[in-house]
């Protein structure tokens, strides 16, 4: 089986195969002949096994290096002593840390994070709460929603102790809701547990950081923005040493519910270190970097308990008003793609010529492929000419032969040049939708100098929005162009969009993202974790 046959990917799969099949450890999965599709699985399942064994080994090392201020809960009993090791380090931070983030509006400052039951900002619960304290130099995992009955690498088992979630929620709510208490949580989990929180039934107050946002302001240019990844990068100027484990590294991709208190805990409790050395780095960094902790201070710190405020509000949609808007602007939009096929004369010239300029290669190969014909049925005319005199009239061989002449003579073949060459283009029509008409309507036809560089480099020719959108403002000539594309974009992202976008609770929830987007400006996305129709199973059936 030839190597060349896979591409990157595969080839690894292959190789794995290989391995593992010559020294014994895998073997034929069928008696079929062997085909790609099989050393590819074959492939996967030594990989996956590689992968179990790894983790199972990071898993063990974890455990085993447990250092002694991490303190992890399982008895109800101990919540007390908790809630009295948070007040003292409340007490030693009021002191000792006197006004130290007074910027940020707050007497205090911790790092806290939950583990939940999965990702969706909406329907998942937590299983977990972490904090470290850091002048007690003290982490706590408080476990209460870890599951048995799942097959995994040291798995949490009916009848292993946590604690009660009523009485950790309990202990932790008074002061996860006060202000005056500052929280930072890692990574842009800042909006997550804010959002699970309220799914907790509590609302959290005085979260001014998150590290996430924070790196965006240090560093937009970061090649990546995860807890891990930073903490590896940085984590020498702030005695962090290695190795740094990701969630992946440990669980793989699912909840971390399943597994044990005590791994899930080491895990969690590192997390709330990494946090709180980073933001530490961080709040330093900012103070000697201009005025930038003070713009932090004044705008960033609001962000994430803003934006989870306004996404859980949602907003209210008048759908009368949408209705008469989806009719205007369909109207407005004919009216514009009338206009647009006017002023830039689009018609079957302009279509023919459009094709021969995407499509030349199509035309010059229909071109040489129409030639051979042309030439293979002449040849074969001559031939037959030439073979017909001396056959016998009365022969089977010589009326097949005078069918196939007439047959060729009948024939009608188009002379082979771009002329007479088919319109590849589909359906013969100019399409709004197609990128390489576009960019012929726009480098071709109207003669826009190409500036794509300017915002993807290495690229020409380019249709992508962002492009667009630079056109659009400087050159008049594409503003036949610009108003269609304006209307669909009314239309398809918001107008015909938002009404089926709507939550049981019928009002638009969307998450915000500050710096969502390369240029610095906030972004949002609609909610797409839960299917719109989850409340069809409670919907009392209709009785005739």
Known sequence: MSKSKFDAKELALFTAARQAFFSGAIGRLTEKKLSKSEVLEMGRRVMLARDAEAREGRIAEVLASKPDNYFILTDDGDLPAFVERLREEVRRQRTEWRDRFRILGVDTMTAGDFEGTGIDSYI???????????????????????????????????????????????????????????????????????????????????????????????????????????????????????????????FGNRSPAPFNTELVGIYAIKDVLYGWKLFEWQFEMMAKTGRLLECYANIDSKLSETDVFMARCGFEIDLDLMRELSVEFEEKLTEARRQLVETYGIDDEFVRKMDRTIHAKKVTDWIEAQRKRITKRDEAIAKLHAELPAMNPATKRYQQAKERL????????????????????????????????????????????????????????STAADVLEMYYEDEEELAPLATVAAYEKLLSTYVNKIPNALEPDGRLHSEFKAGGTVTGRYSSSSYSGRPIDILDEFKSEVIA
Request: glycine share 10%; proline share 6%.
């Open 124 to 250: 998942d619960l937590s299983i977990g709460f972490s904090v470290w304290l850091p002048l007690l130099n003290e982490g706590y995992y408080l476990p209460y929603g870890h599951v048995d009955g799942f097959d995994v690498p040291c798995a949490f088992k009916a009848g292993d102790p946590q604690l009660t979630r009523s009485k950790v929620l309990a202990a932790i709510t008074p002061y996860l809701s006060r202000p005056e208490h500052g929280k930072t949580f890692h990574m842009g989990s800042a909006r997550y547990d804010l959002h699970v929180a309220r799914n907790d039934g509590y609302t959290i107050k005085g979260c001014v950081w998150d590290t996430l946002d924070a790196m965006n302001d240090l560093n937009e240019h970061e090649e990546a923005y995860g807890l891990k990844p930073l903490v590896a990068k940085y984590g020498r100027w702030f005695g962090i040493p290695g190795p740094i484990y990701t969630f992946e590294d440990l």
């Open 406 to 461: 007439d047959r060729l003579l009948a024939e009608e073949l188009v002379p082979a040049d771009e002329k007479h060459a088919p319109i590849f283009v589909e359906d013969g029509e100019f399409k709004l939708t197609n990128g390489n008409h576009i960019a012929y309507l726009i480098y071709d036809h109207v003669g826009i100098r190409d500036r794509t560089h300017l915002v993807k480099r290495g690229k020409s020719r």
